[in-house]
T-cell receptor, first 116, second 112 residues
């Protein structure tokens, strides 16, 4: 079945440093989403990418979807302590069918620690 | 709009028992999905309901079941609990024809 791998598993940075997490799918994706989960919290939707090569920005966060729609990345510029948490990518196989909206495959997540 | 709510928030059960978890989606969302989150396996899809019908199913044994009511509220049931069922169970709702998942706070289930 579809697998979504995320690296690195852990990342420790000093406040102000940049951070990047990468996501790779074993199959072509129809779309990819990114979520953030704070310690003790639940995943919160950040963004969705649909088009091949798409790049979207949210303030200090930049999201990219690969040309082949099998990989994605999240880059945070100048991290802050509020960025602490686990970042998950989640995707859906392009062959999953038109009614598979709720069926996402999540990566294992990257746990980001920011040292002040 | 109020967010997704889940009850109870915490639950302790004994091996062999059964449990029912409840989820109320965001108003207007007809799709409700359930996920299991554990440190070892991460976030795994259980099933999705839309308009009272199970629309998608993950790779979990038949002990895991669910249902959805006409007001879109959903319940999931786990029978014959095993120690490995200890996890955070997350419910998420989604607008029609959307992939975006809005998660609730989860129910932390501990099986002893």
């Amino acid at each position: 079945g579809q697998q979504v791998m995320q690296i690195p598993q852990y990342q420790h940075v000093q406040e102000g440093e940049d951070f990047t997490t990468y996501c790779n799918s074993s199959t072509t994706l129809s779309n990819i989403q990114w979520y953030k989960q704070r310690p003790g919290g639940h995943p919160v939707f950040l963004i969705q990418l649909v088009k091949s090569g798409e790049v979207k920005k949210q303030k200090r966060l930049t999201f990219q979807f690969g040309e082949a729609k099998k990989n994605s990345s999240l880059h945070i510029t100048a991290t802050q302590t509020t960025d602490v948490g686990t970042y998950f990518c989640a995707g859906q196989d392009i062959n999953a069918g038109g009614t598979s909206y709720g069926k996402l495959t999540f990566g294992q997540g990257t746990i980001l620690t920011v040292h002040p | 709009k109020a967010g997704v709510t889940q009850t109870p928030r915490y639950l302790i059960k004994t091996r062999g028992q059964q449990v029912t978890l409840s989820c109320s989606p965001i108003s207007g969302h007809r799709s409700v999905s359930w996920y299991q989150q554990t440190p070892g396996q991460g976030l795994q899809f259980l099933f999705e309901y839309f308009s009272e019908t199970q629309r998608n199913k993950g790779n979990f044994p038949g002990r895991f079941s669910g249902r959805q009511f006409s007001n879109s509220r959903s319940e999931m049931n786990v029978s014959t609990l095993e120690l490995g069922d200890s996890a955070l169970y997350l419910c998420a709702s989604s607008p029609d024809n959307s992939y975006e998942q809005y998660f609730g706070p989860g129910t932390r289930l501990t099986v002893t």
